[in-house]
């Protein structure tokens, strides 16, 4: 990895990193050109809108599935939600659907007519899927069967050609010795592991029963300042923040001696989108191809605020899960020769980045407490 700033961020305070994003401009194409229609489950995650930006960038119609809920749950979107009946400029569409309810996507795929379909959803948490089990398996695994069936049914009745994007985890290889590449077994140590283990290998029979061009991206561990708040990266920079504007004293964890391949999330998309671009599909291995523990996290992120981690992190039993998984580091050599594609964002820029997006949240936060308007939520 190139040599980065190692500075704390009290050194320059005035210099913040701005997390990269994809160009989402809206592209006009020529008349004779129609635009390419992507269909995205998962679109209100983390992936879900990076990639929505990439493709819009790109000059794609993008669709989303997303699922009923009495709270709104787009605001990953919100900066790039157009009002549907600005029809000239409203590229971004939402639809009602489930992994679920295999009928609501076969009927939207009917409607919606996508060129490339890309399956994020899931219970992504692996220490939820040992609390629901049965229902992460059904999303994860059984969704992902649903999925294709009605993308190869579609394709048989319409006549139409569909391209197919599988998300896959590096959680697959579980106990596996790393490094980690396409040919690495798989050893799957939880529920949610073992129902993407079933999903990858759902998607490599479509493919070789019935031709479907179906790739599966085994993605490394990949974050940013919209990783949801339960994850251990977002969880220490939320906590982070709060912690150095007062709010909050202690910050809870488990296994500090985890290792993972963390990139950017916003780097992984681009190589999504480049798996279905290829001639022939395929399975890709996407990481930064370096590991660093929950610890190394602890000290780039609590070091760039000028504090000492050790005052403030207490391991709590609860956080460890009953099978662990101590080292994943990804071989990404395929998708440097095959795709092209090459991480942008390296570790400590990725912690900084999420620190400052996090910094300036606890700020906000902050001001509304010291106003009366909402308390400090009790956290110790």
Known sequence: MASENNGSRSESESESITPPKADSTVVEMPPSQPRKIALITGITGQDGSYLTELLLGKGYEVHGLIRRSSNFNTQRLNHIYIDPHNVNKAL?????????????????????????????????????????????????????????????????????????????????????????????????RSPYAASKCAAHWYTVNYREAYGLFACNGILFNHESPRRGENFVTRKITRALGRIKVGLQTKLFLGNLQASRDWGFAGDYVEAMWLMLQQEKPDDYVVATEEAHTVEEFLDVSFGYLGLDWKNHVEIDPRYFRPSEVDNLQGDASKAKEVLGWKPKVGFETLVKMMVDEDLALANREKLLVDAGYMDAKQQP
């Open 92 to 188: 971004m569409k939402l639809h009602y659907a489930d992994l679920t309810d295999a009928s609501s996507l076969r009927r939207w795929l009917d409607v919606i007519k996508p060129d490339e379909v890309y399956n994020l959803a899931a219970q992504s948490h692996v220490a939820v899927s040992f609390e629901i089990p049965d229902y992460t398996a059904d999303v994860v695994a059984t969704g992902a069967l649903r999925l294709l069936e009605a993308v190869r049914s579609h394709t048989i009745d319409s006549g139409r050609f569909v391209k197919y994007y599988q998300a896959g985890s590096s959680e697959m290889f579980g106990s596996t010795p790393p490094p980690q590449s396409e040919t690495t077994p798989f050893h799957p």
